[in-house]
C-alpha cells in the first residue's frame, strides 16, 4: 500500500476527502480503490475500504470571484505561484473490512486519518469475501489483472441484466464472461439468441455446446394458438373461426407430421399442404353452422383472415423437436443456443411462450432446475408497453422471475 495523503475537515461515516501529498496530483486518479485507517496508523478505530471519486484542485489567490495579484499577474501573461495550490479527492465508503468480510461503516471517519492507495499485491477482494461461498469470474478490475472480480454463487438465481448502449459489449460480456461464470457454477445454460448472429456463429463447433434452430422445434398448443391469434388479427374478430382454429390446433404435431410426409410424397411444400389441411377445416366448420346469420359472418370473417394469413407464415411453428427435448439436451451439453434468426416476432414470442410454461409447471411440481437461461434483446419480450401476445410473454418473465429464485433458475 501507499501513503497517499490524509482526511479533511468535514468528513461523515459516509463520505470523506482525502487531501494528496504533494507530487501526486498526477499519479492518483478517481475510481482507484484505498484504505483509510481510521482513527490513525497505530491503533485504529477500524479499517475502511472505499473509491475516490470527485478530484478536485484548489488556489485560493486564482478565484475568479475576486480581484487578487495572482489573478493580474496571470492576466497579463504570467504564471501564477502553485505554493498553496491543494489537491483532493471524495472518498465513498465501500464498507468497514472485518474478519468476516465487509460491513457497513457506522463510525465518523475522522479527520486526519491516513489514507492508503491500494497497489497490485493488495488485492481488496481477497479480503471481502473471506466466508462467502464465491466464483471468481475471468474478468478483473480496470488496472489490476490479479484482481479477479468474486460472485457471491448464492445470488446467481437472483437473475442478472447486463444493460449499456448498442455497441458497448452486452453480448461480448455475455458471451466470455457470464456463460462460463453460470457453467463453473454448475448451472446449464439455455441461449435464446434473437437475431441469431450473437450467440449461434460462436458456438456451432464447441463440443460443449449446440445451435439449434427455431424452426426445428414445436410450440405447445396454447402458443401456436396465441400464434395464430397475432397473425390473423384475432381470427378475424369472428368466434366461430376462433373456434375452427383452436379445433385444428388439438393434436398439431400429429398434423404437421401428416403434412411433412404428404409433402416428401408428392413433392410439395410443407406449409402449403399444412395450410390447405388448414383452410378447409376451417371452411368445414362454417358450413357446418346451422344459423344463417352467423355463417354469414363467419364466412366474411374466413375471408379476411385467408387474405392475410399465408401458407408462408405456418413454417416457424411447424417444428418437430418438443420443448422437453430441447431441455433434454442441456443434460449432455452445458449450452445450448437457439437460433431465432429470420424468424417472425410473433413465431419467437410464441416459442417462449411454450418454454416459460414448461419451465414453470417444472418449478411449480419442486424442481430445482439449476439452468440459466439467457435471452438476448430481453425488450423484445417485456416491451415498456406489452400489446398482443408480448402481455402473455411479459407476465411469464415476471412469474419465472419471482419462482425462480427458489428453484435456481437464472435469468439473464
Given at each position: 500500500?501507499?501513503?497517499i495523503?490524509?482526511v479533511?475537515?468535514?468528513?461523515?461515516?459516509?463520505f470523506a476527502r482525502?487531501i494528496?501529498?504533494?507530487g501526486?496530483e498526477?499519479?492518483?486518479?478517481?475510481e482507484?480503490l484505498?484504505?483509510?485507517?481510521?482513527?490513525?496508523?497505530?491503533?485504529?478505530l477500524?479499517?475502511?475500504?472505499?473509491?475516490?471519486?470527485?478530484?478536485?484542485?484548489?488556489?485560493e489567490?486564482?478565484?475568479p470571484?475576486?480581484y487578487?495579484p495572482?489573478?493580474a499577474?496571470?492576466?497579463?501573461?504570467?504564471?501564477p505561484s502553485?505554493a498553496r495550490?491543494?489537491?483532493?479527492?471524495?472518498i465513498k465508503?465501500?464498507?468497514?473490512?472485518?474478519?468476516d468480510?465487509?460491513?457497513?461503516?457506522?463510525?465518523?471517519?475522522q479527520?486526519?486519518?491516513p489514507v492508503?492507495?491500494?497497489?497490485?499485491?493488495d488485492n481488496?477482494?481477497?479480503?471481502?469475501v473471506?466466508?462467502?461461498?464465491?466464483?471468481w469470474?475471468d474478468?478483473?478490475?480496470?488496472?489490476?489483472?490479479?484482481?479477479k472480480?468474486p460472485?457471491?454463487?448464492?445470488?446467481i438465481?437472483?437473475?442478472v441484466?447486463?444493460?449499456?448502449?448498442?455497441?458497448?459489449g452486452?453480448?461480448?460480456?455475455?458471451?466470455?464472461i457470464l456463460?462460463?461464470?453460470?457453467?463453473k457454477?454448475?448451472?446449464r445454460?439455455?441461449?435464446?439468441?434473437?437475431?441469431g448472429?450473437d450467440y449461434?456463429?460462436y458456438?456451432?463447433n464447441?463440443?460443449?455446446?449446440e445451435v439449434?434452430?427455431?424452426?426445428?422445434?414445436t410450440l405447445?398448443?396454447?402458443s401456436?394458438?396465441?400464434?395464430?391469434?397475432?397473425?390473423?388479427?384475432?381470427f378475424?374478430?369472428?368466434?366461430?373461426?376462433?373456434?375452427a382454429?383452436d379445433s385444428?390446433?388439438?393434436?398439431?404435431?400429429?398434423?404437421?407430421?401428416?403434412?411433412l410426409d404428404?409433402?416428401m410424397?408428392e413433392g410439395?411444400?410443407p406449409?402449403?399442404?399444412?395450410?390447405d389441411?388448414?383452410?378447409?377445416?376451417v371452411?368445414?366448420?362454417?358450413?357446418?353452422?346451422t344459423d344463417?346469420?352467423s355463417k354469414?359472418?363467419?364466412?366474411r370473417a374466413?375471408r379476411?383472415?385467408?387474405r392475410r394469413?399465408?401458407?408462408?407464415?405456418l413454417?416457424p411453428?411447424?417444428?418437430?423437436?418438443t420443448?422437453?427435448?430441447?431441455?433434454?439436451?442441456l443434460?449432455s451439453?452445458?449450452?445450448v443456443?437457439?437460433d431465432?434468426?429470420g424468424?417472425l416476432?410473433?413465431?419467437k414470442?410464441?416459442?417462449?411462450l411454450?418454454?416459460?410454461k414448461h419451465?414453470?409447471?417444472?418449478?411449480?411440481?419442486?424442481?430445482d432446475?439449476?439452468i440459466?437461461?439467457v435471452?438476448d434483446?430481453?425488450p423484445?419480450?417485456a416491451?415498456?408497453?406489452p400489446k398482443?401476445i408480448?402481455?402473455?410473454?411479459?407476465?411469464?418473465?415476471k412469474n419465472?422471475?419471482a419462482?425462480g429464485?427458489k428453484?435456481?433458475l437464472?435469468?439473464?
Amino acid at each position: 500500500m501507499k501513503f497517499i495523503g490524509r482526511v479533511a475537515d468535514g468528513s461523515t461515516e459516509t463520505f470523506a476527502r482525502v487531501i494528496l501529498l504533494k507530487g501526486l496530483e498526477g499519479e492518483v486518479v478517481a475510481e482507484q480503490l484505498v484504505l483509510i485507517k481510521n482513527g490513525g496508523d497505530e491503533n485504529p478505530l477500524n479499517q475502511i475500504l472505499g473509491v475516490l471519486r470527485g478530484g478536485l484542485g484548489k488556489n485560493e489567490f486564482l478565484s475568479p470571484t475576486s480581484y487578487r495579484p495572482d489573478v493580474a499577474y496571470m492576466r497579463y501573461g504570467g504564471e501564477p505561484s502553485g505554493a498553496r495550490e491543494v489537491y483532493s479527492f471524495s472518498i465513498k465508503p465501500i464498507g468497514v473490512i472485518t474478519g468476516d468480510g465487509l460491513e457497513p461503516n457506522l463510525a465518523i471517519i475522522q479527520p486526519r486519518s491516513p489514507v492508503y492507495l491500494l497497489e497490485e499485491e493488495d488485492n481488496p477482494f481477497q479480503l471481502i469475501v473471506k466466508k462467502d461461498e464465491v466464483l471468481w469470474m475471468d474478468a478483473f478490475m480496470e488496472g489490476h489483472k490479479s484482481w479477479k472480480i468474486p460472485v457471491n454463487k448464492f445470488f446467481i438465481p437472483y437473475h442478472v441484466g447486463v444493460y449499456g448502449s448498442t455497441g458497448s459489449g452486452k453480448s461480448w460480456f455475455t458471451r466470455f464472461i457470464l456463460i462460463p461464470l453460470y457453467i463453473k457454477a454448475g448451472y446449464r445454460v439455455l441461449v435464446l439468441d434473437w437475431s441469431g448472429t450473437d450467440y449461434a456463429p460462436y458456438y456451432g463447433n464447441a463440443s460443449n455446446a449446440e445451435v439449434i434452430s427455431l424452426t426445428d422445434i414445436t410450440l405447445d398448443e396454447d402458443s401456436i394458438l396465441s400464434y395464430l391469434k397475432d397473425k390473423t388479427n384475432d381470427f378475424g374478430g369472428n368466434d366461430n373461426v376462433k373456434d375452427a382454429f383452436d379445433s385444428f390446433v388439438e393434436g398439431w404435431l400429429e398434423k404437421v407430421g401428416k403434412a411433412l410426409d404428404e409433402a416428401m410424397a408428392e413433392g410439395k411444400d410443407p406449409e402449403k399442404v399444412l395450410y390447405d389441411l388448414l383452410k378447409n377445416h376451417v371452411n368445414k366448420v362454417i358450413e357446418n353452422i346451422t344459423d344463417r346469420r352467423s355463417k354469414t359472418a363467419a364466412e366474411r370473417a374466413g375471408r379476411r383472415v385467408f387474405r392475410r394469413f399465408k401458407p408462408e407464415d405456418l413454417e416457424p411453428i411447424m417444428g418437430l423437436v418438443t420443448v422437453e427435448e430441447l431441455l433434454g439436451r442441456l443434460k449432455s451439453k452445458d449450452l445450448v443456443v437457439v437460433d431465432m434468426g429470420g424468424a417472425l416476432t410473433e413465431a419467437k414470442l410464441g416459442f417462449f411462450l411454450s418454454l416459460s410454461k414448461h419451465l414453470y409447471s417444472l418449478m411449480e411440481e419442486g424442481k430445482d432446475l439449476k439452468i440459466a437461461l439467457v435471452m438476448d434483446e430481453a425488450p423484445q419480450y417485456a416491451p415498456w408497453d406489452p400489446k398482443g401476445i408480448q402481455r402473455e410473454t411479459t407476465e411469464m418473465i415476471k412469474n419465472l422471475a419471482a419462482l425462480g429464485r427458489k428453484r435456481m433458475l437464472n435469468l439473464t
